[in-house]
C-alpha cells in the first residue's frame, strides 16, 4: 500500500502526520481532503511545483518518483495518493470512509482504480485549460528536469508541454477522448446512489472530486453529466472540501 523505504536522513525523526504537498495540485488535494474528514492534525511541507521545488534530489530520496503528495507518518513513508488516503482511512479509523458491506467496497475500489488511471488525462487537461499561464518552462527549467529527475517519462511530459507541438496535441487529443468515455461511465455508476460507492461518502468521492473540481474551473462543460454534477455539488458542500481545497492556503 504505496509504502516507501526512505533513506532520507530526516524521515526517522517525522513524528505525527507530515504532508508534502502543492496547493494546486489534484493529487495533494484529495489527501488534505481525506486528512480534514478525519480531523486529525497534520504538518505541511508545501513545495511549489511551477518553481521546481520537487525536482531535488532531497526530495526525490523521501519520494522516489519525484512528485507531490507524500505523508510521512511517524518515520514511515506513504506515496502515491490514493494509497496515501487508503492508509489514513485504516490508521485513522474514525470517521470511517469506507462502506461496510464487501460488495460496495469492492465498487469503491473500482471507482478509486479509475481514478488513478485518470490521472494522465487530467494533468494534460488541468495544464492545456488552466495552468499554462502560471506553469512555463523555459531552456533553464528543461536542463533542471533533465539533470535532476529520475522520471524518463515525466521528462518527456515536460518537453512535450514546453514545446507545445504535435506529441503535446497528441496528448490533448487522447485527454479529451478519455474524459467523454471516463465521465460516461461515472455517470453511469451513479445510478440513483448518492455516492460513488453506495449510500455513504468515502474515499471513491474524495478520490474523484477533486478531478471535478478542476475540471469545472477549467470550465469544461459538465451539462452532458447531469449526476454527476449534482454529486459534484453535493461534494463540494462538505466543510472538508472547504478547508482542504478552496480555502486552503498554504
Ligand atoms: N499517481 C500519483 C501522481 C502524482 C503526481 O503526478 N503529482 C503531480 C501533481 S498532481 C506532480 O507532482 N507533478 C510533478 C510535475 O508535474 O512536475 C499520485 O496519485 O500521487
Keep these: 500500500m504505496g509504502l516507501y523505504e526512505s533513506d532520507h536522513p530526516d524521515v526517522p525523526q517525522m513524528k ?13 488535494q484529495r489527501v488534505r481532503i481525506a486528512l480534514e474528514e478525519k480531523g486529525v492534525p497534520w504538518t505541511s511541507h508545501h513545495l511549489n511545483l511551477p518553481a521546481n521545488e520537487h525536482v531535488t534530489e532531497d526530495y526525490q530520496r523521501i519520494n522516489p518518483k519525484g512528485v507531490v503528495p507524500t505523508l510521512v507518518h511517524d518515520g514511515q513513508v506513504v506515496i ?36 488513478s488511471a485518470f490521472q ?24 533542471l528536469f533533465e539533470e535532476n529527475h529520475r522520471d524518463p517519462a515525466l521528462i518527456e511530459w515536460v518537453r512535450d508541454y514546453a514545446e507545445a507541438g504535435p506529441a503535446w496535441q497528441a496528448r490533448v487529443d487522447r485527454a479529451q477522448a478519455d474524459l467523454g468515455v471516463v ?20 474515499l471513491a468521492d474524495i478520490s474523484w472530486i477533486v478531478n471535478l ?18 454529486w459534484s455539488a453535493r461534494a463540494m458542500a462538505r466543510p472538508a472540501f472547504a478547508r482542504a481545497v478552496t480555502s486552503y492556503t498554504p
Design 80 to 115: 502515491e495518493s490514493n494509497d496515501i488516503i487508503a492508509y489514513l482511512d485504516e490508521r485513522f479509523p474514525d470517521p470511517p470512509l469506507h462502506p461496510e458491506s464487501a460488495e460496495a467496497r469492492e465498487v469503491m475500489e473500482q471507482r478509486i482504480a479509475e481514478a
Design 120 to 143: 494522465s488525462t487530467i494533468k494534460v487537461l488541468s495544464h492545456e485549460l488552466l495552468f499554462r499561464p502560471f506553469r512555463k518552462f523555459g531552456p533553464d527549467d528543461i536542463a
Design 213 to 230: 473540481n478542476r475540471l469545472a474551473q477549467a470550465k469544461v462543460d459538465l451539462s452532458a453529466w447531469p449526476r454527476l454534477v449534482d
Design 183 to 202: 465521465l460516461g461511465r461515472l455517470e453511469e455508476a451513479l445510478g440513483d446512489t448518492p455516492w460513488l460507492s453506495g449510500a455513504e461518502y468515502g
Design 16 to 28: 505525527g502526520l507530515h504532508l508534502f504537498h502543492f496547493v494546486m495540485s489534484n493529487c495533494s
